[in-house]
């Protein structure tokens, strides 16, 4: 078992002594910069001058300033852009003002680990990765709780990169819950294939083709968006809380009975074969090439595929749904 590290374990002193730069005022930066802040860091946030984010930056008692002039005021850099913004802004912004001893921080592994960017030798390469959405990252520290973090040391210039990133970690409130160290290459690989096999890929995939069938067969359209879809969010809230074992108790006894005996046939050797084959892609790094690429010559085929999604059956029977259940407060893109 992994070594779980908490606030009893970390001395917070290491980044009480610097000042970090918080890049881009998203999810992840606004928590990030306040519970820094609240523990007593010094913090600079870098946003763009008549964004929604620079605006809330500055509600929040910031100044926002350029990321060139945070990577010249701060000793640690963390860098919580899209991934597909950081290489631009780090080429532009950031790799102008580094100098030596500088930490350049990361929330994912992406850009680092496909080395899309190349930070020079003298500086050290840190990450520290909430398990969590960045409003729960704030919602749990404000409580006096937190949102445990996995942490890694990508290079360590310094020699005291590692008692930095632990630092940060606990001034965030991640070792509240604990933090576990990894690798930028197991975080970046692990995320990736979990998004493509599971969370996102796997799952909608599922809800869209068992939704589609029972459509096709004849049955309700709004019967099938509760089966497989509304009443998902029942099953995941067991999962999170109790895990496998938890799940099925909680289910009727003809449910675990179809699910054990029906489950591996859908999710069969064939499927288990293709996860392999998507995580080959992730490790030798087709999908970020490929990604990266698609990108760069615009993202024509991803706003496609995003458009085509929207319009899908399903997507226009869960409006109307969800306008029957206030309880749920429905999100509408």
Not at 171 to 196: C, K, P
Not at 246 to 256: F, H, I, K, L
Request: proline share 4%; with cysteine; charged share 25%.
């Amino acid at each position: 078992m992994a070594k779980v590290y908490h606030d009893n374990d970390i001395d917070l002193g290491p980044i009480l002594a610097k000042t970090v730069g918080i890049i881009g005022y998203g999810s992840q930066g606004h928590a990030q910069a306040q519970n820094l802040r609240d523990s007593g860091v010094r913090v600079v946030v870098a946003e763009v001058k008549g964004t929604p984010n620079h605006k809330l930056a500055v509600e929040h008692g910031f100044a926002p300033v350029t990321a060139a002039e945070a990577a010249r005021r701060a000793d640690v850099l963390q860098v919580l852009l899209p991934d597909m913004l950081q290489r631009v802004v780090y080429r532009e912004e950031i790799a102008p003002a580094l100098r030596p001893g500088q930490a350049l921080g990361f929330s994912h592994g992406f850009n680092i680990h496909f080395k899309q960017i190349v930070p020079p030798k003298n500086v050290d390469v840190i990450m520290v990765a909430p398990k969590g959405p960045g409003h729960t990252v704030r919602s749990e520290f404000v409580r006096g709780a937190g949102v445990p973090c996995l942490f890694a040391v990508g290079q360590d210039a310094t020699r005291s990169a590692r008692r930095l990133v632990l630092a940060y970690a606990k001034a965030v409130g991640g070792a509240r819950a604990g933090v576990l160290e990894t690798t930028f290459a197991e975080e970046t690989e692990t995320d990736l294939f979990g998004e493509q096999a599971v969370l996102c890929g796997g799952v909608s995939s599922l809800v869209k083709a068992g939704f589609e069938t029972l459509v096709r067969a004849g049955y309700q359209p709004e019967l099938a968006y509760f089966e497989v879809l509304h009443e998902l969010n029942l099953i995941v809230k067991l999962l999170v809380e109790g895990g496998l074992s938890y799940m099925w108790y909680s289910v009727s006894d003809t449910a675990e009975y179809g699910g054990l005996t029906r489950g591996d046939v859908l999710i069969d050797k064939a499927v288990r074969k293709r996860m392999r084959k998507l995580l080959k892609d992730i490790r030798s790094g087709a999908f970020a090439r490929e990604w990266v690429r698609e990108w760069q010559s615009g993202a024509r085929k991803f706003r496609a595929l995003e458009k085509e999604e929207r319009a899908r059956q399903i997507e226009k029977v869960g409006r109307k749904l969800r306008r029957l259940m206030p309880f749920i407060e429905a999100k509408e893109v």
